[in-house]
């Protein structure tokens, strides 16, 4: 990841830090190092861990700062970003987070690893369905909420790409005129 330039010191080693084999499907364990995507449930997957450094790195999170991730899947990126920026406040949602281990499952890993954001279940999809996040797969749609230093969502992507999502994130923040972190 650091050969590939990513360069925040805090990034590289919250990469480090998420066990990932925790994350994937059953079967993919011993893949879980590997730089590209894994299967974890539902036709989803977790993402390349370059992918996640880059969007961490590139969001330039800032202490106090809040992240609500819309659409979380595993969980694994939230982790990595709280794990990168302690001082910010992460929460995630999924309408299916609880597909691999179970709602009480999750919880207990949460508690296990400190991570102190919410891992949010909707088994019943009210509240993916309340804000409009719900695919017609019955899974939640990957939006992207861009909020700022006073809490205001900025942007919501909507139409957001897994393969180009990294490079996509740091053109918004461009548009959104967000100084990329030092």
Same mark, same amino acid.
């Given at each position: ?10 990034? +590289? *080693?919250?990469?480090?830090?998420? /066990?990932?084999? &925790?994350?994937? @499907? ?5 893949? %879980? ?45 939230? +982790? *990595?970003?709280?794990?990168?920026? /302690?001082?910010? &406040?992460?929460? @995630? ?5 609880? %597909? ?43 939006w992207t909420f861009y909020i700022d230093k ?8 909507? @139409? ?5 999502? %990294? ?16």
């Open positions: 990841i650091a050969g590939r330039g990513v360069r925040d010191r805090n990034v +590289l *080693a919250a990469m480090r830090l998420v /066990p990932r084999e &925790h994350f994937v @499907a059953a079967g993919m364990g011993e893949f %879980a190092y590997e730089d590209s995507p894994l299967p974890i449930a539902e036709g989803q997957t977790i993402s390349q861990p370059y992918i996640v450094a880059l969007m961490i790195e590139a969001a330039g999170v800032k202490p106090g700062e809040r992240v609500l991730d819309v659409g979380t899947g595993s969980g694994a990126i939230a +982790l *990595a970003l709280q794990q990168a920026r /302690p001082q910010a &406040h992460v929460w @995630a949602l999924d309408t299916s987070v609880d %597909a691999l281990d179970g709602e009480q499952g999750n919880k207990a890993f949460a508690q296990t690893h400190k991570a102190d954001f919410p891992l949010l279940s909707d088994p019943t999809k009210e509240v993916a369905t309340k804000y409009g996040v719900l695919g017609p797969r019955g899974t939640a749609n990957r006073g809490g205001k969502i900025s942007f919501i992507e909507k @139409a957001v790409r897994p393969a180009t999502s %990294a490079e996509d994130m740091i053109a918004t923040l461009t548009d959104l005129k967000i100084p990329q972190a030092q």
